[in-house]
């Protein structure tokens, strides 16, 4: 995906965060995060000239790409360097001294709490719910610092 479109869906994304009570509506509040966040750090990684920003959309798969031909045509193509589908996926070994790296940081944070509170039974907290806000704010602190930054 192209810069532009990953900071508009990141923007999408943060909208709808702002709509969910983060305790009653949890799940879904988690997966705007972690969904917003992947999108802001895509464009970070590009804006950074660490990845190629293109007209590759990341499947499930790492270094597969959705490309489309038309309207609902599509087809695959393997991909290098292009959009992450979660931080790690695929390995990019980014530049030690980018702001990127404390977004991944960060992301690796709000990940610690996937599994307990959605996929497990843990009871949602005020504090949990403060942890995973904190840590989301530092993914979009530390990816919008990347994109000013620009490539290194």
């Known amino acids: 995906m192209r810069i ?4 508009e869906k990141w923007e999408r994304f943060d909208r709808f ?7 009653e509506d949890f799940e879904l509040w988690y997966w705007s995060m972690m969904s917003g966040g992947t999108a802001i750090i895509n464009a970070a990684l590009h804006a950074s000239g660490q990845t190629n920003a293109n007209e590759l959309f990341a499947t499930q798969i790492p ?15 393997i991909g290098v360097r ?19 790296v404390k977004a991944y940081e960060a992301m690796h944070e709000l990940e610690r709490y996937r599994d307990p509170y959605v996929r497990g039974e ?5 504090e949990v719910v403060a942890r995973c806000d904190s840590s989301y704010s ?15």
Not at 17 to 23: A, K
Not at 68 to 77: L, S
Not at 82 to 100: E, K, N, T, W
Not at 122 to 126: D, E, Q, S
Request: charged share 20%; aromatic share 4%.
């Open 122 to 126: 843990g009871i949602v907290t005020a």
């Open 4 to 7: 532009a479109a990953h900071i």
């Open 17 to 23: 965060r702002s709509r969910f009570d983060p305790i």
């Open 63 to 77: 270094d597969v790409y959705a490309v489309v031909d038309g309207p609902g045509q599509w087809h695959h193509e």
């Open 82 to 100: 292009c959009d992450l589908i979660h931080v790690g996926l695929p390995v990019i070994d980014i530049d030690p001294g980018s702001a990127l």
């Open 138 to 152: 530092e993914i979009v602190k530390a990816a919008r610092a990347a994109i000013a930054e620009g490539p290194r």
